[in-house]
T-cell receptor
Framework: DAKTTQPNSMESNEEEPVHLPCNHSTISGTDYIHWYRQLPSQGPEYVIHGLTSNVNNRMASLAIAEDRKSSTLILHRATLRDAAVYYCILRAYSGGGADGLTFGKGTHLIIQP | NAGVTQTPKFQVLKTGQSMTLQCAQDMNHEYMSWYRQDPGMGLRLIHYSVGAGITDQGEVPNGYNVSRSTTEDFPLRLLSAAPSQTSVYFC?????????????FGSGTRLTVV
């Protein structure tokens, strides 16, 4: 299964943009790029997903490299409530890979007031 | 509120006891799954179900049983609890087994086996 690589931790200041990188050099053509986050003592929360084009929603933006080997989750204006572990996960569009979501260790995002 | 509901939130068991972790969703999702999360680690898939009456094993199924008699409910049973099963358990659901839709997770059950 395709794997993702993320920095262990990142730090940012409140009200500033945050760019969380993810490398997935072995991504297949049928893999969607998903991002989840997990706040302290809570279950993971879906943030955004994309296939080839950049995506925006109310929580964040997802920028996908043209070759799809990397992506960046963008939080436009971080707040203290965005402090969480962020997971970049590949999810197959159709069968053939492992079931479920394969979680790595993610990026621990620290927001300074 | 629509979502995934897990009960109980906390549980302490003695080694050898059995218990059932409950999971219910009201979004008419076909796909449901159970994960465990150990300290400092990502979530690992225990069992999953693609619809009522159909279940299968995930990455770490040993010591756990599941059943899916309705679309809404997907309980996880620990047959004989062991200290190695001390963990936080999350139930998740989605519309489909494959495809782009995201998963909805419950808030978790924190289990301690002594």
């Amino acid at each position: 299964d395709a794997k993702t690589t993320q920095p262990n931790s990142m730090e940012s200041n409140e009200e500033e943009p945050v760019h969380l990188p993810c490398n997935h050099s072995t991504i297949s053509g049928t893999d969607y790029i998903h991002w989840y986050r997990q706040l302290p003592s809570q279950g993971p929360e879906y943030v955004i997903h994309g296939l080839t084009s950049n995506v925006n929603n109310r929580m964040a933006s997802l920028a996908i490299a043209e070759d799809r080997k990397s992506s960046t989750l963008i939080l436009h204006r971080a707040t203290l409530r965005d402090a969480a572990v962020y997971y970049c996960i590949l999810r197959a569009y159709s069968g053939g890979g492992a079931d479920g979501l394969t979680f790595g260790k993610g990026t621990h995002l620290i927001i300074q007031p | 509120n629509a979502g995934v509901t897990q009960t109980p939130k906390f549980q302490v068991l003695k080694t050898g006891q059995s218990m059932t972790l409950q999971c219910a969703q009201d979004m008419n999702h076909e796909y449901m799954s159970w994960y465990r999360q150990d300290p400092g680690m990502g979530l690992r898939l225990i069992h999953y179900s693609v619809g009522a009456g159909i279940t299968d094993q995930g990455e770490v199924p040993n010591g756990y049983n599941v059943s899916r008699s309705t679309t809404e409910d997907f309980p996880l049973r620990l047959l004989s609890a062991a200290p190695s099963q001390t963990s936080v358990y999350f139930c998740a659901s989605s519309y489909t087994r494959w495809g782009p839709d995201g998963y909805t997770f419950g808030s978790g059950t924190r289990l301690t086996v002594v």
